[in-house]
Each structure stands twice: as C-alpha cells, then as structure tokens.
C-alpha cells in the first residue's frame, strides 16, 4: 500500500496519509510520570514481547512503534553512558514507584 511503499523508499518508520500526503507523526514528549513506567518496565526487561509494548502504549496514548524506539535508544544509552542526555536525569532508579505498573 502506499504508506508502506513511502516507508520503505524514504526510511521513514511512523508515517501516516491525510488527504493524499504523508506526514511523519509528530515528536513524542513524555511526562516525568510517562518517563516512570517506562523506566519501571524497563528495569523489569530491557526487552519486552509485543503484548507489553502494545499495553504500554495504550497507557501512554502513543504507538508501539515510539515505545519500541523509547526501550531501544535507553539500551544504547546505557550501552554508552557517555552520551547521557537529560532524559536520563528526570528519573534515578532509586526514584521509581514500581506500583505504577500492573504485571
């Protein structure tokens, strides 16, 4: 179909149609209690089955596509913590309220 076909020649991942155009779907900005579960899932499993990520994105109002890039890019900057960004500060470990997550 062609937001398949426009994916795929322009590498573009989360692209949708509206009136005959592609659009990218915008930036994802995640609240401090977003950042939460998401840190609390992921010091669960820093990879999670399809079913969580589809669950998590539900709560969050998102797709699976921003959730799975959210886990993948905190697994490249703990891989290199070097390049911290200010994501990495908001939540310490120590912080998290693991009863924000229903398992």
């Known amino acids: 179909d062609g937001i398949r076909d426009a994916q795929e020649s ?13 659009y990218l779907r915008p930036r994802k ?3 401090e209690k977003d950042t ?14 399809l079913d ?3 669950e998590i994105s539900k709560m969050l109002n998102c797709t699976v596509t921003q959730i799975k ?19 990495d500060s908001l939540v310490k470990q120590e912080d998290l309220d693991l009863s924000l997550i229903h398992i």
């Open 10 to 22: 322009r590498g573009l991942g989360d692209v949708y149609k509206r009136q005959g155009q592609f």
């Open 29 to 31: 900005t995640y609240t």
């Open 36 to 49: 939460q579960i998401l840190e609390c899932y992921y010091k669960i499993s820093p990879k999670l089955s």
């Open 52 to 54: 969580d990520y589809k």
């Open 69 to 87: 890039n959210w886990f993948s890019n905190k697994r490249k900057r703990e891989k290199h913590p070097k390049s911290s960004t200010k994501e």
